[in-house]
Structure formats: structure tokens, C-alpha cells
């Protein structure tokens, strides 16, 4: 019998750690090549730590949401030596796994959204009579099999007995709980939920904006009329089959054509080395919900992207995004971020800056307004721009600048096109 | 060497084995089950089954031994009774194969593959299996183990020779003239009750203070009398030290701290049973454990995934019906149905003479649970069936709510109420209360009436006393 020691992998990008979001296997189980054992998450990408040996887990190294140091042993696996092989190999021979770079082009690394379970945690079975509903044996076990909790039914039968029609009722109500005649039921559950994995990642990035960050945020109302009426023609000729065009790529193309203008918006800002970084690329980071949690999928070099090019990037990646199949270069180096929460876009927003970027934009629900033309109010389609900038290296004036050069644009979309 | 993959093993073909393996196939599921030794394990073939068609001989063979010693108020008289026990043991044997091939029926007719052998885990998924045409791995999503339990051996007092277990009771050719009983539970009882009716000299050492210690002493009282009427001796507080040196005695220890001799032809030694923890592959699994037993949840779940644990192995009451209701639910988990634990109580019967019945809790177990309570108990020297069948000692009792009269417990004891058991576990299971009990009406003339009465009685209007 030989042990293998396998490691954390170096995930790249000059990562040092990664943090275990899902165990596969447990102490005890057997474990075939190749088998997925566990999770490990950098940078918001999932990357799954495959089994190089067949054999039976012998220890985890760490628990989920424990953050483990790249090359600290993560999995011990016994495994069945090979007759005068077994003699040969020390007994703790040391596996390194190598996460083949184009492993990370396969598809979904980990179902981001099943919820992590734990080993059953085993329970002697309860005894005591104290505290059960009372129901008859049928009655049980329609509820278990409805998926009804009886503590929430109200028994109408002698002594509270729990009956058939009582049930029945219930199910009638929706199996909602009942509400009971006496008034409202005070509640007092507390349930824990640990953060861990990206929902930690998304704790500390915000906390690390606001706490870094000193924001201003800049509202700003823009007439999207005509550029609500020129997306409609423009999508009107797609066929079903062919990527339509929405707000975003109209506002990516703008915010590149202000950024020549304006390159200090476009930029990262390392405040431990004091260096501002003004990038030439802008990558435009869109902020996606997901299942999981919130990612921030990245459109490289929007300025060499068209307009429909654009367009087709966003939805690709959103899709990416959403299926947890997005490359971890697809989710990190962002140089400016977009954030928009489409018809629930609100008024206005408060973003918070994607650290170490110096600015975000946020984009606001479209509403038809009556606006005052000098002589009469009209409708108009309104659209609202939230934006927030690191205020240590951009002062209001600029940004209102940059804001109100977006709002020309859009308001006026023809520029958007036009080479200066 | 062959493989099997299959979606459910069953280690164990007792009744909690079998009855999972055969709810399973009826489901539609894949299933695989081992046993080492027979189908129907310890219940079937050294256990229940055996030792109730030995008690049902044995009582044959005392009421007649009655009438020919012109006891009888019956007015009947007859000669006396011979025994050849090697016969009884056959009949006893005839009516085990029976249920064998039974359970072997049953579970083709469902479609479960039966391996023989003696399994071993590999892992958690796999096991390996010697049988007689050699190794055979099998492999399945879904372990279920059945290895259920093993009478407990005295270090001072190893089995062999005049030592026996239940098991070897079971199988005697010729009654012994002079038996020790070494534990005075149920089993040690119940034999010991069984070979004094077939002419043994019995003699029951029991350490702790009372026999049945599980039971209340107004539950035994009965019991105990009818001991002292079969002549057996009855030794609390006293404890077996060991085997005489010439090997025909049991040294032991009485009450009050005397050495004494008991000569003996066989000591029959029922101090117990443990969970079958050994023997396959558990040190693999590294299962979670409650005391001696394995853990589990209320999905009979145990600490790794895919693998369940039923009957004995899973702690007590160890009896077959727990086990078979366990096995039961956990087949049709596996099927993916929605199932839980979620039984108010598990009767429980001591087929001594006369015979205890306790279903759900005992007055003393409610009060400490925080409940109050009202009892009613019936005697039977109050029911006129008991009266024509020459067996007025005994009675039910039954434990209620005060508040709402909910049964939170029946027990009795008495001849025959051992089959009075499904109705103590239906009211319990049905939550009834008091006055479903008392409102129903009870055949007359029967023992069952004792239980309407009892209910009656707890209400404050017996009708009978």
C-alpha cells in the first residue's frame, strides 16, 4: 500500500492561494483517476482538482472555505501498490497536479449553484413522543411524501390529532403555514449560512472598494430617444437567430470614444505603490448576476470591437457567466466596469468601484418622462447614468466631464459613428 | 475474479436484510443480497422462531404433565407424558427450513440476486464476497448493512462445553437435568421457562436486583410468581464467577457475598447481545459509532454517504420487526421516495410465562419525559375468558395523557397477550385517546376486553371492577 499526497496546483497568474469551495469525496471514500475530488476557487473561476490515482481518501486537508496555500497537501489517498512497485515508491510519495492550462477551456468547472452538502450528519432517531405531531400512520406518510412538515398543520381531531381533511386543507391553502386563529406566530429561527466561496470573494472585493475608495457618484439624466429609436431600426432587420443590440454595446462604444478623450478614467490605481496605471485596452467589465452570486465578466479591447461585436461579446459571456463555464481570463482585468441591473435598473444607483479600477458606470431603468421642450412637455424616453469614481485620482470636474461627454453621445448616437 | 455492480447491496439477510431486499426489488431497484450463514438470520434460525416453537412444546408438555398429576380442575386426567426432545427439535427444524426456503421464495420472486458468502468491504461501495466458487466483488450506489447481533460471551465463562448460548439451547437432544441461567432478561427466561416445563432443574442467576430489569417491578411480579410455581430458583443480586474446577458447577456469587456451588449440566449464559461489528471490513469504513453500535440518522443514514445500516448493528430495541420496518423504509429511500423514521413506538413482547406486552412508555418512562398522566389498569381475574382458561393472573395497563387523555403506553402481562400487542401499537400509532379505546367496542368474551376496561378505568368508570 502506497500514499499519495495531492497538492494544491498552481493555478497560475502567480495565485498563492486558493480557497476549497466543494468537497467531491470524503474521508473513506473510494476514488477512481481521474474522479473530481474537490473545488478550489481563484479569481472567481472554479477550477476542479481532478484525482491522478485510483484509490481510497484517507484525509482532507482542509475544510470549504478554508483558504489553502498553493503546494500545501490537500488530499492523502491510499492507493493499492503494484506488486515489487509498491516496495519502490515511498510510502508518502509526493503528486503534484498540474492543472493543464487547456483544461481550463473545458466545459463548467463546478456547478456553481448546488449547494454544498455536508455529510449527513447522523442522529440517534428521536424517541420521545414529546413535541411530534400526532398524526395517523397515513396520514404521515402522505405528508412526507407531499413534502409537508406536520408541525405546520393544524390537527382539528381530538387531542390535536392531525386527519386526513386536515391535511387536505392545508394542501388546499398552498401549503402555506397556517395561520393561526389566536394571531400572528412570533419566529424565531435563526439560520446560519458561511460564506464562503465566491459569496466571500464578493464580500471582500466590496469591502476593500468601499474601505479603499473614496467614491463620488455622479448622476446624470440622458434623452435615449433617438437612440432607443435607432437600436429598434437597427435590430429590426436581425433575423431570430442573430445577436440583438441593447443598450450596452451603444454605451461600451461611447464610454471608448470619451476615454481617447479622457484616458484617466480608463485606468487601475495601485494605491499601496502609489502608481496610477492609464491603460491603452479598455477592457469593460460587465457586472453579471448570477446564480451564484454576482461576476464580473470581462469584453477585451472594446475599442477594436464593433458595435455588434460588442454586442455579441456581452451575451456570450453573460451566458458563460451564468453556466459557470466563463475561462478565468474571461473574469478578471477589467480596466472600467458597466453595472446594470436592466428593467430593475432603478432611479439611480450608488455603484461601488471594482478595486483597482477608478471608475464604474451604472446604468439605469429607461422610463418615458415628459420633458419641457420650451414651449410644451413631451415624452421622452429617460434614462438615468449612475456613476462612481475613485475621487482620490478623479476629481468631480473630470468626471462630470466624462459623464456629460457619454451624454452627448447617446444623446446624439450618430457621433457614436462617426471618426473623429 | 468476477464483478457484480448492482444499485443496492443488503449485507445481511435477516429480517431487516430481507425485507429490505425484497421492498426494493418490488420497487423496480437493482438489488443485490449476501448472507453467510441462512436466510433469516439470527430471528429465523436461532432466535425467535425456534425458541417460541420450543416454549409452544414446552407448554404442550406442562399441561399435561398437569393432568396427569390429577391437578387439572378441568376434570380431565391422562397419563403421564413422555418427551422424546430430539423429535421437538426436528419438528422445530422442519418449521425453520420452511421459513428458510420461504425467505429465499420470497426474495426470487422479487427479483434480488442472493450471493452466499461472507462479505467484506473494500470501500465504501464495494464489497468482497467468499463464496463457495470463490471471490466475488460486487459493487453498488447504495450499501445497506444487516449484520445485526451476536449473543454476548462471558471472559470467565467462555461457550464450550457445558456452556452454551441460546443458540446451542435451541438445539439440545436431551433436556438437561440441571440448567443455570446465567441473566435473567427476556431470553434467559423464556428458555429457562421452557426446560423447566420440559423437566429441567432450573436455576437463574441474575446480578442486578430484579429479573427483566427493563421491566417494572408490577410487570414481573407475575412472571416471578409463576417461576416459583415451576420450581424454578430464582438467585438476584448474584453473580456467576466462573466454572467449578471439576467443570460440572457454576461458581458464583450470592447477594450476600457467599461463595456458592451451583451444580449444573449446562449453564446456559443470555447476559445479552452486541452489534456484529467484526468480521466485515467496518475498520475500512470508519463509520461513526453510538457506543457499540453504528450511528445513524432517521433515514437509517449512516456517517458516509450511500451507505445505510438497519436492525441490531444500529442499536436497541434489538428486535426483528425494528429492523424489518428500517429495512423496509430504507428500500424505498433508495426507490426515492420521501421517507423518515417517524414510528411513536415499537412494541415489544416477552414470551414468558405468562407473557409481557409493552407498547410506547411505561407510567415511570412518562413521568420522566414531563407528562402527567393517569393509568388504568384491568386485572385479569376481573375477564371471564381469562377465568375459563385457568389464567386470571396478569393485566393491562394502559398511560394517558391527563390533559388530553392521549395513550402514551399500553402494557400487559398475561397468557396470550402477546397478541393483544397490535392493538396497544395501533391506538399509540393512530394517536388515540382514551376514550377511542373505551368507545370501541371489544369482543366478548376475550382478553381484549381487559384493554377496553383498562381505558375505562383510567376515565374513572371501569365497568368490570
Given at each position: 500500500m502506497g500514499e499519495f499526497v495531492i497538492k494544491m496546483p498552481d493555478v497560475g497568474e502567480g495565485v498563492a492561494e486558493a480557497e476549497l469551495v466543494e468537497w467531491h469525496c470524503k474521508v473513506g471514500d473510494p476514488v477512481r483517476e481521474d474522479m473530481v475530488l474537490a473545488a478550489v476557487m481563484t479569481d472567481k473561476a472554479t477550477v476542479e482538482i481532478p484525482s491522478p490515482v485510483t484509490g481510497t481518501v484517507l484525509w482532507l486537508g482542509a475544510e470549504i472555505g478554508d483558504t489553502v496555500a498553493v503546494k500545501a497537501p490537500l488530499v492523502r489517498i491510499q492507493v493499492a501498490g503494484e506488486g515489487g512497485e509498491a516496495d519502490a515508491v515511498p510510502m508518502a510519495e509526493t503528486v503534484t497536479i498540474?492543472?493543464?492550462?487547456?483544461?481550463?477551456?473545458?466545459?463548467?468547472?463546478?456547478?456553481?449553484?448546488?449547494t454544498i452538502q455536508s455529510a449527513p450528519v447522523a442522529k440517534a432517531p428521536a424517541e420521545a413522543h414529546v413535541d411530534k405531531p400526532l398524526a395517523s400512520p397515513a396520514v404521515r406518510l402522505r405528508a412526507q411524501e407531499g413534502g409537508i412538515d406536520l408541525r405546520q398543520v393544524t390537527g382539528t381531531g381530538p387531542a390535536g390529532r392531525i386527519t386526513h381533511d386536515d391535511l387536505d386543507q392545508f394542501l388546499a391553502r398552498g401549503a402555506q403555514p397556517s395561520i393561526m386563529p389566536v394571531g400572528l406566530a412570533k419566529k424565531t429561527t435563526v439560520e446560519e449560512i458561511k460564506v464562503t466561496g465566491l459569496r466571500r470573494r464578493i464580500s471582500e472585493k466590496m469591502v476593500l472598494a468601499t474601505s479603499r475608495i473614496p467614491h463620488i457618484t455622479y448622476v446624470e439624466e440622458i434623452d435615449v430617444t433617438d437612440l432607443e429609436d435607432l437600436r429598434a431600426t437597427m435590430n429590426a432587420s436581425r433575423k431570430p437567430d442573430q445577436t440583438k443590440l441593447t443598450i450596452l454595446p451603444f454605451l461600451m462604444r461611447a464610454m471608448v470614444k470619451t476615454i481617447d478623450e479622457q484616458p484617466g478614467v480608463n485606468a487601475t490605481f495601485d494605491d499601496d505603490t502609489g502608481i496610477i496605471s492609464r491603460h491603452g485596452a479598455v477592457h469593460i467589465g460587465i457586472a453579471t448576476q448570477t446564480p451564484a452570486g454576482l461576476t464580473v465578466p470581462v469584453v477585451r479591447h472594446a475599442e477594436a470591437r464593433g458595435i455588434w461585436d460588442c454586442a455579441a461579446e456581452v451575451v456570450r459571456l453573460a451566458e458563460a457567466a451564468r453556466t459557470g463555464s466563463a475561462l478565468r481570463e474571461e473574469l478578471s482585468g477589467s480596466t472600467i466596469t458597466i453595472t446594470s441591473l436592466g428593467a430593475m435598473g432603478g432611479i439611480a444607483t450608488t455603484p461601488i468601484i471594482n478595486h483597482p479600477e477608478v471608475a464604474i458606470i451604472g446604468v439605469n431603468k429607461i422610463m418615458t418622462r415628459p420633458v419641457w421642450d420650451g414651449s410644451q412637455f413631451i415624452p421622452r424616453k429617460m434614462m438615468n447614468l449612475s456613476s462612481s469614481f475613485d475621487h482620490r485620482v478623479v476629481d468631480g470636474w473630470d468626471a462630470a466631464t466624462f459623464v456629460q461627454r457619454i451624454k452627448a453621445l447617446l444623446e446624439t448616437p450618430a457621433l457614436i459613428f462617426i471618426e473623429s | 475474479m468476477k464483478e457484480i455492480v448492482c444499485k443496492l447491496l443488503v449485507i445481511g439477510a435477516g429480517p431487516g436484510g430481507y425485507i429490505c431486499a425484497i421492498r426494493a426489488g418490488q420497487l423496480g431497484v437493482d438489488t443485490v443480497i449476501v448472507e453467510a450463514v441462512k436466510a433469516g438470520g439470527t430471528c429465523l434460525n436461532i432466535g425467535c422462531i425456534p425458541s417460541k416453537a420450543l416454549i409452544h412444546a414446552a407448554e404442550e408438555f406442562e399441561k399435561i404433565n398437569h393432568m396427569a398429576n390429577a391437578k387439572s380442575p378441568l376434570g380431565i386426567s391422562v397419563e403421564a407424558p413422555k418427551l422424546d426432545l430430539a423429535k421437538t427439535i426436528a419438528w422445530k427444524d422442519g418449521i425453520v427450513g420452511r421459513l428458510n426456503s420461504g425467505v429465499l421464495g420470497l426474495l426470487r420472486k422479487a427479483k434480488v440476486k442472493i450471493v452466499h458468502g461472507r462479505a467484506k468491504f473494500r470501500d465504501g461501495k464495494t464489497v468482497e464476497v467468499e463464496t463457495e466458487t470463490g471471490m466475488q466483488v460486487i459493487r453498488a450506489e447504495t450499501v445497506v448493512i444487516a449484520t445485526g447481533s451476536e449473543p454476548v460471551e462471558l471472559p470467565f465463562l467462555p461457550f464450550g462445553g457445558p456452556v452454551i448460548s441460546s443458540t446451542e439451547a435451541l438445539s439440545l437432544k436431551t433436556v438437561p437435568q440441571k440448567l443455570v441461567v446465567v441473566g435473567g432478561g427476556y431470553i434467559g427466561l423464556e428458555l429457562g421457562t421452557a426446560f423447566a416445563k420440559l423437566g429441567a432443574q432450573v436455576t437463574v442467576v441474575e446480578a442486578t436486583q430484579q429479573i427483566l430489569p427493563q421491566y417494572d417491578a408490577e410487570l414481573v411480579r407475575p412472571v416471578a410468581k409463576r417461576l416459583g410455581e415451576l420450581g424454578i430458583r430464582v438467585l438476584t443480586g448474584a453473580r456467576a464467577k466462573g466454572l467449578s474446577d471439576e467443570g460440572v458447577a457454576l461458581r458464583i456469587e450470592t447477594a450476600e457475598g457467599e461463595e456458592q456451588r451451583l451444580p449444573a449440566d449446562k449453564i446456559l449464559v443470555t447476559v445479552g447481545r452486541k452489534p456484529r461489528t467484526e468480521g466485515w471490513g467496518l475498520d475500512e469504513l470508519d463509520l461513526d459509532r453510538a457506543g457499540k453500535f453504528l450511528r445513524i440518522d432517521d433515514s437509517c443514514?449512516?456517517?458516509?454517504?450511500?451507505v445505510h445500516a438497519i436492525g441490531d448493528i444500529t442499536g436497541e430495541p434489538m428486535l426483528a420487526h425494528r429492523a424489518m420496518a428500517q429495512g423496509e423504509m430504507v428500500a424505498e429511500i433508495v426507490a426515492g421516495k420521501k421517507r423518515t423514521w417517524d414510528k411513536r413506538c415499537i412494541p415489544a413482547v416477552c414470551f414468558t410465562d405468562p407473557e409481557i406486552v409493552t407498547a410506547g412508555l411505561s407510567p415511570d418512562e412518562a413521568r420522566a419525559q414531563g407528562y402527567e398522566i393517569r393509568v388504568g389498569l384491568f386485572p385479569f381475574n376481573a375477564n371471564g375468558r381469562a377465568m375459563t382458561m385457568l389464567s386470571e393472573d396478569g393485566f393491562v395497563r394502559i398511560v394517558a395523557r391527563s390533559d388530553n387523555n392521549l395513550v402514551l403506553g399500553v402494557q400487559a402481562v398475561g397468557t396470550g397477550v402477546s397478541e393483544l400487542s397490535s392493538a396497544f401499537a395501533l391506538a399509540i400509532e393512530m394517536g388515540a385517546r382514551l376514550e377511542d379505546i373505551a368507545a370501541t367496542i371489544h369482543a366478548h368474551p376475550t382478553r381484549s376486553e381487559g384493554f377496553q376496561e383498562a381505558a375505562l378505568k383510567a376515565l374513572g368508570h371501569a365497568l368490570h371492577i
Open positions: 498540474e492543472q493543464p492550462f487547456e483544461k481550463l477551456a473545458s466545459p463548467p468547472p463546478a456547478e456553481t449553484k448546488k | 443514514r449512516t456517517s458516509m454517504r450511500g
